[in-house]
């Protein structure tokens, strides 16, 4: 019942910067928060960043990421967005977005992901 399309990802220098976009559809988690999620090679996926729908909604961000990233979304549009600046290579992983409670995630069906690379 629900679809999420992840893109914006690629390969950057240590510093740099990538906005990545995740597109949501279905009727069943409008009413949850958005958010970020990564997984690097040999580690378990790790929550990154959430935003509520409703307007003035909160962001909440992992300790790794807080004053590098800045999530926001567009309620028209079923989108979350991913702003990523002062990229390091420790966030190399593939990045995925999710329905989000609690830093955790609710829908059990991930999408494909995008890859996300920092080289040195």
């Known amino acids: 019942q629900v679809q999420l399309v992840e893109s914006g990802g690629g390969l950057v220098q240590a510093g740099g910067s990538l906005r990545l976009s995740c597109v949501a559809s279905?009727?069943?988690?409008?009413?949850?928060?958005m958010g970020w999620f990564r997984q690097a090679p040999g580690k378990e996926r790790e929550f990154v960043a959430a935003?509520?729908?409703?307007?003035?909604?909160?962001?909440y961000y992992a300790d790794s990421v807080k004053g590098r990233f800045t999530i926001s979304r567009d309620n028209a549009k079923n989108t979350v967005y991913l702003q990523m600046n002062s990229l390091k290579p420790e966030d190399t992983a593939v990045y995925y977005c999710?329905?989000?409670?609690?830093?955790?995630?609710?829908?059990?069906?991930w999408g494909q992901g995008t890859q996300v690379t920092v080289s040195s």
């Open positions: 999710n329905a989000v409670v609690s830093t955790r995630p609710i829908f059990g069906s």
């Open positions: 279905g009727r069943t988690f409008s009413s949850y928060p």
């Open positions: 935003i509520t729908w409703r307007s003035g909604g909160s962001p």
